[in-house]
């Protein structure tokens, strides 16, 4: 089942604590049904191995840290694997990809590892977007 993949995003201008994760409130396409999103916790939960492109975007309207903004991919691995991006500026487009090699059972969450809290900015549709794109067999 490869090109098949999971789409959502964030229409709702959030304020995230540091450390919290990125909530999606709309599906956009959902047609791998290895690839299962809770929105209780905002976890990505993969069923089956194999090898995975996320791409993925947050928009910020303001950083209360001392430092721009930074929103990470962060796996439940044993030691918790981080795919960072971030701006030094506070207000704007963040955006990040992953290529995971999973194992079945393997998750992740999008956070912010801001030093600080993140409002995401009410001036745009869209404040927030994911994708996940199975591209084959793990290896």
């Given at each position: 089942m490869f090109d098949?993949?999971?789409?959502?995003?964030n229409t709702i201008a959030d304020f995230i604590l540091s450390g919290n994760v990125v909530f999606f409130n709309e599906t956009i396409l959902?047609?791998?049904?290895?690839?299962?999103?809770n929105p209780a916790d905002s976890t990505f939960t993969f069923a089956q191995e194999g090898k995975y492109?996320?791409?993925?975007?947050?928009?910020?309207?303001t950083s209360?840290?001392?430092?721009?903004?930074?929103?990470?991919?962060?796996?439940n691995d044993t030691?918790?694997?981080?795919?960072?991006?971030?701006?030094?500026?506070?207000?704007?487009?963040?955006?990040?990809f992953?290529?995971?090699?999973?194992?079945?059972?393997?998750?992740?969450?999008l956070r912010?590892?801001?030093?600080?809290?993140?409002?995401?900015n009410d001036n745009v549709t869209v404040n927030a977007g994911l994708?996940?794109?199975?591209?084959g067999v793990a290896g």
């Open positions: 098949s993949g999971l789409q959502l995003q959902n047609d791998d049904p290895n690839v299962i999103y492109y996320v791409s993925w975007f947050v928009v910020t309207k209360l840290g001392t430092s721009g903004p930074s929103f990470a991919i962060v796996t030691q918790p694997v981080y795919y960072t991006a971030g701006s030094g500026i506070k207000t704007g487009e963040i955006s990040g992953a290529i995971l090699d999973v194992t079945a059972g393997l998750s992740f969450t912010n590892v801001t030093n600080g809290d993140v409002r995401l994708a996940v794109v199975n591209i």
